[in-house]
């Protein structure tokens, strides 16, 4: 029965508003506003210019300086601070050229309204001044693009020797990661060993994977270059570190890189920031199916020796998985590590949050 | 092509008095609005679609910013329409992508590229150019019957119980290549890569027509450096659209073999669904060349004609030539060259070769100069103008101050030390909305206000289309400028929700404003649309110039019949912008008066060339 009233009264609305309109028109018809060439709308428009003009500067003043509390703290990372820099200073050069044009743009209009005696001037071209607006624009990007261009290649080198290597895999809708253990060397991998327990896809009859663990957590040290080996095994994702200023698209079938130094740990930021339980966190940022918003990962960032402990703290694959390690290497069983623990039968999927993981596919 | 012209040319000067009547008489009903050869009636086919369209794509749009204006409301009562989708009064999160996907296909390629140049490409070249049609009037036809057959496949697929496409409009596989990866990627994308394989084949068709009527059939005198630059624009869009097109129609074809046919195009060593595919050896990121091939140029695709209809109106308005009219053309011509070198820059963080992106960089931030100079060009316009507002002038005053805003941000984005960050977050919403979005919108707009009288002999309400500018463009405003905000802070997009993560937690209000500016400037929308489709039956009858413009198309009838121009077409004298001339007592001369007639206003240049 509501829904009924509404409708009714949109009706009427609309029947109000038409009638409203066509008595404007006639009006306007009876007052001769069609004979002249510009009615009152002309002033009335031109002045608008003026003012959305000014009232538009101020709610960009005004509303800057309410967001700008929420944007992400100062970078985390070596390289974020450069890139956080080249983009304000680009911003500010892009805001003084927004301000001018639109400042020209909406004031000409207000002084170069229509007037019933002036003619305009005839004025075609002029190529000095097309010049001169050529140029300038041409020179401070050329500025822009040698600054970028610097960045560029520093971030996009190869990682320093000696850089912590860290594997880190996308999946429908979680993130994996996984570290090479004390030889330092990730063992090798391929798709098709994945099961329920072997998510990564290890190669067992690889010596390097007996020492490779699956935390639950990412670490990083801080101050030491971090070099991230990012693959994907389902479609595409893309490792997002907002704070680090990191984002590399995690691709099937094409493994991908990105290296960068943290110089913040979190109990810092902890106390920069004033909250206590703040997390760094890593985020999707390619659109990946049904789950996408929700494939948080908490990262940790250590001082070097609380990095080399946790390291040490941290159970391999193989020794929480003996008999799968085994099984699939019967030659490599003396690797294996002595029974300390009841092996769990698989390792947890680490994502926290309240995905509906991997339910999706058989929809 | 020509020999037909030259017939009609012929059968026109024969059926002198006659011919309105007459040609209506010659055709059946259906053939006259329904399957119509007539440039005109295209045009308006194309309109009409891109206005139903563009109804279609805002809702869309809408249904996704309830959701993230207002993440915690009961969205029980869409369940009349949603059905399934809406479980436990929340939106499926599937749904949501795929309604972001159909918000983004339809407005870019169905209101964006099909709205706006079908509409005023097919509608003004052969009257601007001084043509009784287009060159080959069945292509066009086809072009549009083409176009409705996709239109129907797509909207088809909104319905189907699995959901429509739902990996965003760009499609990147694995994602939709796998039906078990989600959904949407089942028969909805076989559907859309059907629809849009049906809607290349209207483009080019169209394109095809577009580009061979203007070198082909521009009456005398109507030289390249004399056509007004819409027509430039039209022309260079039409071959932006017939180079490119055809990649993307390419990786379709790629994407429906490895989707059908156990190729390996696209996809390599993928575990899904709890098996390990066989495919190997194929590369997810060709296809990201392959489609920004066509979607970087698509961009100009969709911008260009806007900044033709633009420099228009802007010149009419402001009763001056439009400023530095051979720079205009040659911007044109350079950022449509370098729209085909740039489509990297949307790959920066793909994985791809560093060397790649330093290159792209450069390329990308040079069409920034050419952009730049249009945009100065616009304002050096209506310095010392004697600017009349009419609705299509604040339209195309918007537009510029989009092109502006929007053109900048992009800057930022082309770089691609910065871009790491910003990569695939709200800025680069913000951006693309607003320079490519909501400027191409403002030109089409534009472009219906200002050339609605000679579509249909009538005029539209002034007084509502002030207010449908002004609600729209601070709307446009308030709805795209803080997304940058937003985008700073880091937020993703294409995110169902943000409250999962602690960085992303904050600006929910910032976001609930954004959502009901979005809803507010939807339904300003219905004030156009009333205005329009009352207009079209009731709007004051039009003069046969209301805006004293210079162009050919204001020298034909107030509803010109099949062929345009009863009598001979006009012969072009002088370039479209001879506006306030000194010493003529009028402040504008039309392209088909000789010079001969202005003796006052002529510079010492300007003869009648010997015939």
Known sequence: ?363 | MSASDIHIQDHHAHSHDHDHEHEHHELPWIRQYIFSEDHKIIAKQYLISGILWAIMGGLFSLIFRIQLGFPNADLSWMKPVLGEWIQNGKLDPEFYLAMVTMHGTIMVFFVLTAGLSGTFSNFLIPLQIGARDMASGFLNMLSFWFFFLSSVVMFTSIFISTGPASGGWVIYPPLSALPQAMSGSGLGMTLWLTSMALFIVSSLLGSLNYITTIINLRTKGMTFDRLPLTIWAFFITAIIGVLSFPVLFSAALLLVFDRSFGTSFFLSEIYIGGEALSNQGGSAILFQHLFWFLGHPEVYIVLLPALGITSEIVATNSRKPIFGYKAMIGSILAIAFLSFIVWAHHMFITGMNPFLGSIFMFLTLIIAVPSAVKAFNYIATLWKGNIIFTPAMLFSIGLVSFFISGGLTGIILGNSAIDIQLHDTYFVVAHFHIVMGSASFFGMLAGVYHWFPKMFGRMMDERLGYIHFWLTFIGVYIVFFPMHYIGIAGFPRRYYSWTGFDAFNTFADLNQLISIAAILVFFAQFIFIFNFFYSIFKGRVSSLNPWRSNTLEWTTPINPGHGNWPGDIPHVYRWPYDYSKKGHNEDFIPQDVPFSQTPHSNFPHEKDSQE
């Open chain 1, 1 to 363: 029965m509501t829904t009924i009233y509404i409708l009714a009264a949109i009706v009427l609305i609309i029947a109000i508003l038409v009638v409203i309109f066509r008595l404007q028109v006639l009006s306007a018809v009876l007052k001769g506003r069609y004979e002249k060439r510009v009615g009152i709308g002309n002033d009335i428009n031109a002045l608008l210019f003026v003012i959305v003009f000014v009232v538009g500067v101020g709610a960009f003043w005004y509303s800057y300086q309410q967001a700008s509390e929420f944007f992400l703290p100062a970078p985390s990372s070596e390289h974020g601070v450069k890139t956080d820099q080249l983009f304000w200073v680009t911003m500010a050069i892009l805001v003084a050229a927004f301000l001018v044009t639109n400042a020209l743009l909406y004031v000409f209009p207000y002084i170069y309204k229509y007037k019933e005696d002036r003619k305009a001037y005839f004025y075609p071209d002029n190529h000095k001044l097309e010049m001169i607006w050529t140029i300038i624009p041409a020179l401070v990007m050329a500025g822009l693009v040698v600054f970028g261009y610097k960045e560029w290649t520093a971030i996009t080198s190869p990682a320093p020797k000696g850089a912590e290597v860290i594997e880190i895999m996308g999946k429908q809708f979680a993130w994996q990661v996984r570290y090479p253990g004390k030889d330092g060397v990730l063992g090798n991998y391929n798709y098709r060993n994945i099961d329920a327990v072997n998510e990564f896809g290890m190669d067992m009859n690889d010596s390097a994977s007996y020492d490779d663990f699956i935390p639950r957590e990412m670490h990083f040290p801080v101050g030491k270059p971090v070099l991230l080996n990012i693959r994907a095994r389902d479609v595409i994702h893309s490792v997002f570190l907002p704070h680090f200023r990191v984002k590399m698209d995690a691709v099937p079938g094409m493994p991908t890189h990105f290296w960068f130094v943290p110089t913040k740990t979190t109990s810092q930021m902890r106390e920069e920031t004033g909250n206590a339980k703040f997390n760094y966190e890593l985020a999707c940022t390619e659109v990946c199916g049904r789950g996408h918003y929700a494939m948080r990962f908490v990262v940790v960032v250590d001082e070097p020796a609380e990095y080399e402990k946790w390291k040490a703290s941290q159970d391999t694959f193989a020794s929480l998985n003996r008999d799968y390690a085994a099984e699939k290497a019967p030659k490599l069983v003396s690797l294996l590590p002595a029974k300390k623990v009841e092996a769990t039968e698989v390792s947890a999927p680490s994502d926290s949050t309240a995905v509906p993981a991997d339910t999706t596919a058989t929809k």
